[in-house]
């Protein structure tokens, strides 16, 4: 699993108070110890969507030119809501490259 990225591009991506637009991503397959630490610092009752937020901040190890400790749950917070599906594709995607190949 270690190595295993995708690479991809928010819809409108995350504009900082310099007014710098950054969309391109890169993510790694998240780990049980992203989860764990998610379920852990989320509220109580978080619905998947706020988890999954929690995860991908974690997961990301690039959003355009900011450093992975910039990249919060706060941050993906304030994303446009539009740009969940693109990070929940991102996620399956690297789920099928994980996936053993068929021994068809």
């Known amino acids: 699993m270690s190595g295993t990225t995708v690479t991809g591009t928010l819809k409108y991506g995350h504009v900082d108070a310099e007014g710098v ?17 998610a379920v852990e610092q989320a509220p109580d ?3 998947p969507a706020k988890l999954a937020r929690f995860i991908w901040s974690r997961a990301l190890v690039r959003l355009g ?23 929940d594709d991102a996620e ?8 053993p190949a068929s021994a068809s």
Do not use: N, Q
Not at 21 to 37: N, Q
Not at 66 to 80: N, V
């Open 45 to 47: 009752g978080a619905c």
């Open 21 to 37: 637009r950054h969309a391109e991503f890169e993510m790694r397959a998240p780990t049980l110890g992203d989860m764990e630490w």
């Open 65 to 87: 030119s900011l450093p992975p400790e910039k990249i919060t749950p706060e941050l993906l917070e304030g994303l446009h809501y539009a740009e969940y599906s693109v990070l």
């Open 92 to 99: 399956k995607e690297l789920a099928g490259k994980l996936a």
